[in-house]
Nanobody, 123 residues
Framework: VQLQASGGGLVQTGGSLRLSCEAS????????MGWFRQAPGKEREFVAA????????YYPDSVKGRFTISRDRAKNTVYLQMNNLKAEDTAVYYC?????????????????WGRGTQVTVSS
């Protein structure tokens, strides 16, 4: 199983980006999915999660109201829409597939990880 994240890039403060995470198999159709990020010198941080139905989502306060996680089952792809980006959002972003079908916020709950895509927000 492979997850490939894409869509990162350089954007100015206040701008938007949409990250995509495509699975090589239909892993995310019955798995909870999540996005994490890691800035240089910092631990990997939870950003967004959804259960297998897509009906339940969860975000930390740092991105709530700005980021939205969603999925397209037909394309086997999960998205992270990021709006009103801030300099502190700069990091490498990773998508991950949960061990189960529920919603999870800890890295230990995720079995499969993508390689990551760089997001840089300039002020």
């Amino acid at each position: 199983v492979q997850l490939q994240a894409s869509g990162g890039g350089l954007v100015q403060t206040g701008g938007s980006l949409r990250l995509s995470c495509e699975a090589s198999k239909r892993t995310n159709s019955n798995n909870g999915m999540g996005w994490f990020r890691q800035a240089p010198g910092k631990e990997r941080e939870f950003v967004a999660a959804m259960d297998w139905t897509g009906g339940r989502t969860y975000y930390p306060d740092s991105v709530k109201g700005r980021f939205t996680i969603s999925r397209d089952r037909a394309k086997n792809t999960v998205y992270l829409q990021m709006n009103n980006l801030k300099a502190e959002d700069t990091a490498v972003y990773y998508c991950a597939a949960n061990l189960g079908a529920g919603l999870a916020t800890s890295t230990g709950s995720y079995r499969y990880w993508g390689r990551g895509t760089q997001v840089t927000v300039s002020s």
